[in-house]
Nanobody, 125 residues
Framework: VQLQASGGGSVQAGGSLRLSCAPS????????WGWFRQAPGKGREFVAA????????YYADSNKGRFTISRDAYQNTMSLQMNSLQPDDTAVYYC???????????????????WGQGTQVTVSS
């Protein structure tokens, strides 16, 4: 299973982007899908996550009120709407999914089994 992330690009501060994530390959079961990001010279950090079965959402404090994570259970896709982007949001964004066990610790990178290749988001001031 491979996840495909798309929708990155370059915007000015205050702009918006919408990232999408879709799986390719065989069908798989997952408890939680999420987004992580890695800025130049920094480690990968949690951005947002959503429980696939009930749609409960979680956000990093830095993103609350600006980012919205959503899923389409019929299309089997996930999206991240990012508004009011700032230069500090510049990073490679990765989508990821956990295995099927309930209750994954959504903010831990190690909980995620399936990963996408990343999409670059660049925000200029």
């Amino acid at each position: 299973v491979q996840l495909q992330a798309s929708g990155g690009g370059s915007v000015q501060a205050g702009g918006s982007l919408r990232l999408s994530c879709a799986p390719s390959g065989r069908a798989f079961a997952s408890d939680t899908w999420g987004w992580f990001r890695q800025a130049p010279g920094k480690g990968r950090e949690f951005v947002a996550a959503i429980r696939w079965r009930n749609g409960v959402r979680y956000y990093a404090d830095s993103n609350k009120g600006r980012f919205t994570i959503s899923r389409d259970a019929y299309q089997n896709t996930m999206s991240l709407q990012m508004n009011s982007l700032q230069p500090d949001d510049t990073a490679v964004y990765y989508c990821a999914a956990t295995g099927p066990a309930y209750g994954a610790t959504y903010y831990l990178e190690s909980e995620y089994v399936y990963w996408g290749q990343g999409t670059q988001v660049t925000v200029s001031s």
